[in-house]
């Protein structure tokens, strides 16, 4: 041993051998963990501190007197698709708990529905999952949702209630289920304590404000009296003690400057994609993820499209533009942290009541939303700006733009195999407006990152896209495209695993010879057997197009009685098209081969999902 590791062993406060146990019990452990035993640890302390003070000399609330019975906690429940609903509930639970309140925290498809009439105080924070035109729920709150806009849902005059909706307002339906979520229990009989909020991907605009008054509100109502100390009351009244901390070293809001390490296209040059397979170092991170779990990547604008939005603005980018306590040159805003591929309904207002551009402002109403939702989808700033001038000044633009988010991309990896690494599978979105280039802000961002580069990035947990938790079941994984990324994730995990479950796959794309994206890693994973089935449909390889759900409906048979069997179905990829044809299939699969009539097959396919054994992961 060092005089100078000699000299560290001299400073530790335990012996050298509690020392070396303690690093072998953090040996593994991820983030979560770590920081988990950090307060367990602290806990610990705390009680031994309490302990050494002499019984005289105690605090008068050493011990804490539950509220009583008759209270009921704050429930929070949370509909979550990508994470943002749940990471907001997560931080409202937090905040309510560290004020010595009860709360609960429950994710929708936990929520028993039979309990719903004895609820007092519910605070539901939801996002719209948007397949087209159409709202619809997270596929974690699809049965609660039904319940309460159905016909079985109960009178709830003893309720209290306030909803916080996410949305997106590309979509025609903005924040749709929040919004009829919060109708609907209005329509029972509950008391709205405030108006709903309706939060755009800039969550935190307006998801803070509503967050403090629903706090306000829980202090108010669940406040111990004079008499009892500020203590939550015990796990068996439905009180959540969070074991796990709300945020991670590298989180969301601070980010972890990863290096790329590979950039690679993986389709051929014929293609009309342009797929990339991206590898990350997460070395000295500390960062862990499973199988299903996304990684968040904060991109940044292209330089030229930043440049074109100024010229067509006659702006200056030097221009210092102010936005709360920050200053920033109006050209970083736009490339750091403005929105300008995506086009939003709130802006489009803007820009017409701005300009009274009388076209725009039909546009906005109801008889034009077809039109709109065109516009939405087909223009970016760009073609916005070009088409119906008008005047910006830079504090006004920066105001009224959205802010950047975040893109999350399945991961493609298992750390069992890959270690301090994170794959994604990037689809470069790129087309043609008026003869000049558009693309994607993520995607272009990540396909031009060069080796050895950096991006910023950051781990979303997906609880509800996991492998199952018994190695011996069998597992159907559907991903045509880039949604096959997880289920590369997932056969090396099984492997590391030694699982004994059967593994099927099915992908799809246009051309075997140009899209078989991993061809080589799934073909050799069937000859090992780690495989049992690959089935693919190139849709263009023939006259008559073939799909994913085309194969799954010809082995339909094997299909059913692999999910007869225990098997767990994952679908991953296109939200508009794909996801809602296999979920008819997989219907008429039941009807065909179970014997079930439609309405019992909807019911049973609705059944696995609540159980865990269907999940989706679509955008």
Not at 124 to 129: D, K, M, R, Y
Request: glycine share 8%; charged share 25%; hydrophobic share 40%.
């Amino acid at each position: 041993m060092t005089p100078a590791n000699e000299a560290v062993l001299d400073l530790l406060p335990i012996p050298p051998e509690k020392a070396q146990t303690a690093a072998r019990l953090i040996q593994g452990l991820d983030g979560y963990a770590l920081e988990w035993l950090s307060g367990y640890l602290a806990g610990a302390a705390a009680q031994l501190r309490l302990k050494q003070i002499p019984d005289e000399a105690a605090p008068a609330v050493a011990t804490p007197v539950a509220v009583p019975a008759t209270r009921q906690p704050l429930t929070i429940l949370y509909g979550s698709q990508t994470g943002n609903a749940k990471r907001t509930a997560e931080k409202l639970a937090a905040e309510v708990e560290a004020q010595g309140l009860p709360v609960r925290l429950v994710r929708a498809d936990a929520f028993r529905t039979n309990e719903l009439r004895k609820e007092q105080f519910l605070y539901v924070v939801i996002s719209t999952h948007s397949v087209g035109d159409a709202a619809e729920p997270p596929d974690d709150s699809r049965g609660f949702f039904e319940f309460l806009t159905g016909r079985r849902a109960p009178q709830l005059p003893d309720l209290s209630y306030a909803v916080l909706a996410l949305g997106d307002s590309t979509y025609a339906d903005f924040c749709g289920i929040g919004r009829r979520i919060d109708e609907r229990l209005a329509e029972l009989g509950a008391k709205r304590l405030f108006e709903r909020a309706d939060a755009d991907v800039d969550i935190t605009t307006v998801a803070d404000p509503w967050a403090r008054e629903a706090l306000r509100h829980a202090q108010e109502r669940l406040a111990p009296g004079p008499d009892q100390a500020r203590s939550p009351a015990p796990a068996a009244n439905g009180v959540v003690t969070f074991l796990r901390p709300m945020h991670a070293t590298w989180t969301r809001e601070r980010p972890f400057a990863a290096e790329v390490l590979v950039s690679q296209r993986i389709v051929a040059g014929s293609s009309a994609k342009n797929i990339h397979h991206v590898e990350l170092s997460l070395k000295g991170s500390g960062l862990r993820y499973q199988p299903g779990d996304a990684l968040g990547v904060w991109p940044t604008q292209a330089p030229e499209l930043v440049d074109r939005v100024l010229e067509v603005l006659d702006l200056d980018g030097t221009t210092d533009v102010a936005q709360g306590d920050e200053h920033l040159p109006l050209s970083q805003w736009l490339t750091e942290r403005r929105e300008l591929t995506v086009l939003t309904r709130p802006f489009i207002t803007a820009h017409a009541e701005r300009g009274q551009h009388d076209g725009l402002l039909a546009l906005l109403q109801p008889p034009s939303a077809a039109e709109l939702a065109r516009r939405l989808q087909q223009w970016q700033l760009i073609d916005l700006l070009r088409n119906h001038p008008t005047a910006w000044d830079a504090a006004s633009l920066v105001s009224a733009l959205r802010p950047l988010a975040p893109r999350l991309y399945s991961i493609a990896s298992s750390q069992e195999q890959v270690d301090e690494e994170a794959h994604i599978t990037v689809a470069h979105v790129d087309f043609q407006q008026d003869g000049e280039a558009r693309w994607g802000v993520g995607s272009h961002y990540l396909c031009g990152l060069a080796e050895g580069e950096q991006a910023s990035i950051f781990i979303e947990p997906n609880e509800r896209f996991r492998l199952p938790k018994d190695a011996a079941r069998d597992v159907i994984m559907i991903g045509p495209g880039t949604g096959v990324a997880p289920f590369r994730a997932f056969l090396q995990q099984r492997q590391a695993d030694g699982a004994s479950g059967r593994n099927w796959l099915f992908f799809g794309n246009p051309y075997r010879h140009s899209d078989f994206l991993y061809q080589t890693e799934w073909l050799q994973a069937l000859k090992e057997g780690l495989l049992t089935h690959l089935d693919v449909a190139f849709s263009r390889d023939q006259a008559n197009k073939i799909y994913v759900q085309h194969r799954l409906r010809e082995h339909g048979k094997e299909v059913w009685d692999w999910l007869e069997g225990g098997a767990h179905l994952y679908v991953c990829g296109d939200a508009d098209h794909m996801a809602p044809d296999v979920h008819t299939t997989l219907i008429e699969i039941a009807t065909e081969h179970g014997g079930q009539s439609r309405e019992d097959a909807a019911a049973w396919l609705k059944n696995l999902m609540n159980e865990g054994r269907y999940a989706r992961d679509v955008y």
